[in-house]
């Protein structure tokens, strides 16, 4: 009944937009106001999270619990006042957060943007998706799908590089002063890869921070490095889509790799050094541009997933002047860039000022 009545803070996209609040309800037995959560934004439940009494807190009602309930003062305890938290503003923009979900569409996959500079989270979309606000209902139902709509894919689901290890490959010949090929996209990866050897390879995944875990305000995991011993190949290198969005970030910003933040503004933190800047200058010059938005794109094969084809892009915008950091990925869907850069498009041109 107490838990009933805290009345926890507001949590706001970064301009000011409600993504979660409390609404005072009529109590039946008169002595005080009770208090629902309610979610009026559907397009961020992974960032948001839930609020339940059954099933606890997750994502941001997780990570900034204690400002949303706010602590009962000794004073407020003797008059009987509610327990009153405070509101918490999230790096999120929830137009390019809608925007990138409305592309995604029906399919299975993620997207994580970044803004290079401070490493705040802009958006990040995973689907499928709950609804926070009937999780204590739906709860049995989305714990028992196949699919894992709770999984928060973006910064927890490991996905298969495949065609981009290629981009890390060429990372590693360029940090070990290796003479790189002339055109490397149509030289064979194993053939490209011979001078940098398997060894060189993992090394340059442990130097990019792929088997580490993020330090991220949501939960995040480790990739999966290749086994060379059992039959393993460079194209089997597994990373979340958030590890990609540093990469792409550090490319685009002179090796700095951000700390990836989810409160706004960001508290200040240094970036990590993956590379020296000279490899990073070289990585912008061989990246390919669409239009105003630079990056890689590529598939992973069923025979790197384990089931079926998926679909990435990794890159930066604008391609000029740098100044966000993408990374998406599609599930099912081995058409490479056509599936992946629509979502990119659409998503940079939402982001507000």
């Not at 993504?19 to 005080?32: E, H, K, R, V």
């Not at 999270?49 to 003062?73: N, V």
């Not at 029906?106 to 500079?117: C, E, H, K, T, W």
Request: hydrophobic residues 40%.
């Amino acid at each position: 009944q107490a838990e009933l009545r805290v009345r926890r803070g507001r949590l706001l996209d970064r301009h000011g937009e409600i993504l979660a609040n409390s609404d005072l309800l009529p109590d039946p037995t008169g002595l005080a106001g009770v208090v629902e959560r309610r979610y009026p934004q559907p397009e961020a439940p992974h960032i948001i999270g839930y609020y339940s009494l059954r099933y606890g807190t997750g994502g941001a009602e997780a990570a900034f619990d204690s400002t949303l309930r706010g602590q009962l003062t000794p004073l407020d305890r003797l008059l009987h006042r509610p327990q009153i938290g405070h509101d918490v503003a999230l790096s999120i923009d929830i137009a390019a957060q809608r925007a990138a979900t409305q592309a995604l569409g029906d399919r299975s996959g993620a997207v994580v943007l970044l803004d290079i500079a401070t490493g705040e989270v802009l958006a990040l979309v995973s689907h499928p998706a709950y609804n926070p606000g009937t999780l204590d209902e739906d709860w049995d139902v989305l714990a028992a799908d196949p699919d894992a709509p709770l999984l928060n894919r973006a910064a927890q689901g490991v996905y298969a590089v495949g065609d981009l290890a290629r981009l890390v490959g060429l990372t590693g010949l360029l940090s070990a002063g290796i003479t790189t090929p002339p055109d490397p996209y149509t030289m064979p990866l194993e053939e490209m890869l011979a001078p940098l050897s398997d060894s060189g390879y993992l090394a340059t995944t442990r130097q990019l921070g792929f088997d580490t875990v993020p330090k991220f305000d949501l939960p995040t995991g480790p990739g999966l490095l290749p086994d060379f011993q059992d039959q393993g190949t460079p194209r089997d290198l597994a990373v979340t889509p958030l590890h990609m969005a540093r990469f792409a970030a550090a490319i685009a910003d002179e090796g700095h790799m951000p700390v990836p933040a989810l409160a706004y503004p960001a508290p200040l933190s240094a970036p990590d050094r993956a590379f020296a800047p000279g490899v990073a200058a070289s990585l912008q010059a061989v990246t390919p541009r669409f239009d105003d938005i630079a990056g890689w794109s590529g598939v992973a094969t069923p025979q790197e997933t384990g089931d079926q084809p998926l679909s990435w892009f990794v890159g930066y915008a604008p391609a000029g002047t740098p100044r966000l950091a993408i990374a998406i990925v599609v599930e099912g869907d081995g058409g490479g860039a056509q599936a992946t850069l629509p979502i990119a498009r659409h998503m940079v041109s939402a982001v507000q000022d």
